[in-house]
């Protein structure tokens, strides 16, 4: 199998990704990519406590998921990786390995952000770093759970 | 005296609600729990209301689920803090509880709740 999903959304491992995605998916592993999680052991045992022990949660520092991805993409498991902000994961598209599809699945409100969905609100730099993804091929799509309509990037920037 | 412990129920959704209006309607209490719900929160948010939850009061956070935002968020706020306590899987059997035993620490106000709840999940014979 491969990476089936690669996923912004700023509360990281929650619902929606462990239930939602992951039982649509049925997958085996979820890579969580965030540098402050990959420093705190603390914060990485709160997410585990949300992923079954059917499912392998490996966390990694931007870097590492950077190196690592060819090896989860070989892997004969289901994954999904899950990043917190457009920057994460548009680094991980930019070390040559071909991610397909992206998914926007949560981007909350914070100052210089605007509501693009319901559940997507974007700085205008953000939805420049977005934009530049699809402009390289990269199918850039808004969907917080697998029974909503993938919303296109053109008509939530 | 110290004040009583107050609850905050952190919740997906309005479960967080529905949980504090029943036990309000069993009991007849209505200063014990405050709701809040993760609806449109990163973490900075949820952050921001549980602040305003948990006031300066020593309090037991309930979560709805053993994993998630609302723990993840609830569980960092209450890092290092003796006045906090957390409990996941909140359920009403162990808020009807936690409302008659408001003058424990926390931590052993939480302890109390989670085998309450425990105790609650039966399968009845049919």
Redesign the interface.
């Given at each position: 199998m491969s990476i089936a999903l690669y996923r912004i959304d700023?509360?990281?491992?929650?619902?929606q990704v462990?239930v939602g995605w992951g039982q649509r998916l049925q997958v085996g592993f979820i890579v969580l990519v965030d540098d402050a999680v990959r420093a705190s052991p603390?914060?990485q045992e709160?997410?585990?406590?949300?992923?079954p022990p059917d499912i392998e949660m490996i966390v990694a520092s931007t870097a590492e998921a950077a190196a690592r991805l060819p090896e989860w993409d070989a892997d004969p498991r289901v994954g999904i990786v899950v990043a917190g902000d457009v920057g994460t994961l548009a680094a991980l598209t930019g070390n040559g390995h071909q991610v397909k599809r992206i998914n926007v699945g949560g981007?909350?409100?914070?100052p210089g952000r605007r509501e693009r969905l319901?559940?997507v609100f974007l700085s205008d730099t953000e939805a420049e770093q977005l934009h530049q993804l699809a402009l390289r091929g990269i199918e850039v799509t808004a969907q917080d759970v697998p029974t909503a309509r993938a919303v296109p990037l053109a008509e939530f920037i | 005296m110290s004040s009583p412990l107050r609850g905050v129920i952190v919740s997906h959704a309005a479960v967080a609600q529905a949980l504090t209006t029943a036990v309000a309607n069993i009991t007849g209490v209505t200063d014990a729990l405050v709701p809040v719900s993760n609806d449109g929160c990163d973490r900075d948010a949820l952050f921001a209301s549980l602040a305003a939850a948990v006031g300066q009061t020593p309090a037991v956070l309930f979560i709805d689920l053993p994993g998630g935002s609302c723990l993840t968020g609830a569980a960092t706020y209450a890092h290092g803090r003796p006045d906090l306590a957390v409990v996941t899987g909140v359920n009403l059997a162990m808020l009807l509880d936690f409302v008659f035993h408001r003058d424990l620490s926390p931590a052993a106000a939480a302890e109390r709740a989670a085998a309450a709840g425990s105790k609650a999940i039966r399968v009845p014979a049919s």
């Open positions: 700023d509360r990281l491992i929650h619902g462990v603390w914060e709160l997410y585990r406590m949300g992923v981007i909350h409100q914070r319901r559940f | -």
